[in-house]
């Protein structure tokens, strides 16, 4: 038999770092390279019970679902939308597969072949993949710490006409990034002018180390939520637990309705005993008491990774300090190619995501992403001290301390 | 805010018939219209245990999956599928959001917009849904009580050059039909030589009434697994629940892996505290006893369902009675159009699909689908008798007895 694939399968390709982190699995080398929250804060004995009491409702709980998500999940979700002022009715919100299918059914239902979207580069690797898949063009715009340079927001959005800006503009993956507050309205204005839809990927945004500093959501700066600029979404993976994937989006109704008819095609609901299980605990369960731990931990571990780095004395060696989120940016000396250099980092025990990957265009092949939720505090002295050893030995082969 | 969706949402447009059903849901309307098991009959307290020996297992569970499944579970319907001469290894086996996506997964990875998929006409709306909003054109094949005509199979083969053929032989959604096996081998025998891939979805297989006879899946009857000219799908909705949404797809390893790396950019995976779930309750309960419970009781509704409708004495009015699955399929007199039915139906208290939307062309607006597992023998008799009515208006009103 031969087999004839659809054109954008070439697209598909697997890439060779996801080959060399595959045999990372299961071995002795210590990852950070996945985007994975910390298990040891899972709240296990909390989902337990919450799937018990799930099951106390009786056989109804096991029947198919509603293809836009289960009412009283949805119910919640929108009261603490509505805390972070995003007012949203039912009909505004559309629960998903992990928010990665929330971004995946805006692309299928407003983006067709050759659309552009613009991006931060570099920025979220899955996200530049799916377009990727879906024929879609992903343009880069400039960008600094504060967020897009909104001249060449402005320049881009005349020179590409494009539908869609993707962003995320809190605790961005992989930079880390925080938008400043003048940028986020910035892109707002100018989205709006011209009838640019702004599809916001918030996963980190609880994940907030000083919560003295306020980051407001694009969605809860524009007009909302009929008519909105903005598509919202985030999800319960960082904040609860991945295994459930359960993700949302919020935006207009026209838009999410039509999102919801594209899902009752792909794959008629997403698991509805998670979302039932999902609203039980939260009702049992004080989640802002749960992140408050989480972020804790994390800013703990956040500050060890940075304190293991910087020991290290280097002078060309630039990297983050997160303000949240999961990760650490990380660029390394003119030269120095971090895919070569994971494959000597896995020969001594230790695993990152080199940058290129998440760039739109104009790779940096001296970037990488470090994650530090997922490793604890002994593991990652090791991690460090292995890395560094393999960091040192790439910078002197380009003549650099 | 201006939006501007994309091409192929034209094709999302909801229909009448949903929005009728709809407004049945929680109210005192008797439903034979969706394709729902019987809750009654759920293994909710297995499922409970199941759910509790997952999270005995500690943090790790709630942790992300992989994309192509939980393995365990894989190999669990692995040594299933070999029970049924279908011989595969994890690697020919991708686990998906019901069987759903695994007809879209598919679609997205071996068909482009314009091509050509064959079907039986009528066939299983979702898949004609999918179809449409992919862009791509769903030609049907004529065909009798033993499945698709040769002839016509093999002269559309030539005429339209069609990538798949998508079927459901057995017990098919609509019709309950059972494809004969000289129709299965003719079927292959042609795709083969024509280089077209078979796409059996087999979700109704396991609700067989008379065990004494034999169907044989596509699969089974192919050269496996890889270099098969059948893609395979079934889920555990029909047999255990469908809140899981727990599906699978097995085929070539090639095909299969490309499936993969699609799921990996539209969701990530699916549940996997779900797939561990379903592994736990697979491995601490006797399914085929289940099994075995729902086929009588599912035989036994059918059988009251076809008493019913035998009772009335109509001569111009025709249906099968199932040898298993879950609908009856019948045509009223030429003239009786079943949507305005519909709708004084509902005012009866009694609901059904109508047949239309299950034809690819030429639709018969005198058929319609009825349900005979989701409803109590109560229910079946009030739900038979208010529609015996209606049918009689219908026919009346048509000039017949």
Redesign the interface.
Known sequence: ?????????DA?T?SAVREILKLTQGSQVISLA?G??A??F?P??A??DA??RV?DG????????LTDGYIPLREWIAARMKQKNMNVDLANMIL???S??AV?LLC?????EG?VVLVENPTYL?AL??FQ?RGIRAVPVEGDAEGMDLDDLAAKVKQYRP?MVYVVPTFANPTGKVWSVERRLGLLRIC?EN?V?ILEDDPYGELQFDLSESYPTLFSLDQHPN???VVYTSTF?KTV?????TGWAIG?A??IQ?MV??K???????????Q?ALFQLLNHFDLDAHIATIRAAYQERMQLMDDLLSRQGWTDIKWNKPKGGMFFWMELPEGVKAEEMLVRAVQEGVAFVPGSPFYAEQPKANTLRLNFTHTNRENMILAIDRLSKVIGEFCQSVGQP
């Not at 637990?241 to 994937?245: G, I, S």
């Not at 009752?264 to 998670?274: M, P």
């Open positions: 038999m031969e087999y004839s694939f659809s054109k954008n399968v598909l697997s996945g994975l929250p298990e040891e899972f296990i004995e989902m337990r799937f018990n099951f009786g056989n109804k709980s096991l029947q198919y679902g998903t597969t992990g990665q299918q995946d299928q239902v407003y983006l067709d659309d899955a993949q799916l898949f539908k709006r009838h839809l008519g909105s600029a993976s637990a991945p295994a459930l994937r207009d026209q838009v039509t008819r594209a009752q095609a792909v794959d008629l609901h997403s698991s509805s005993i998670d039932m």
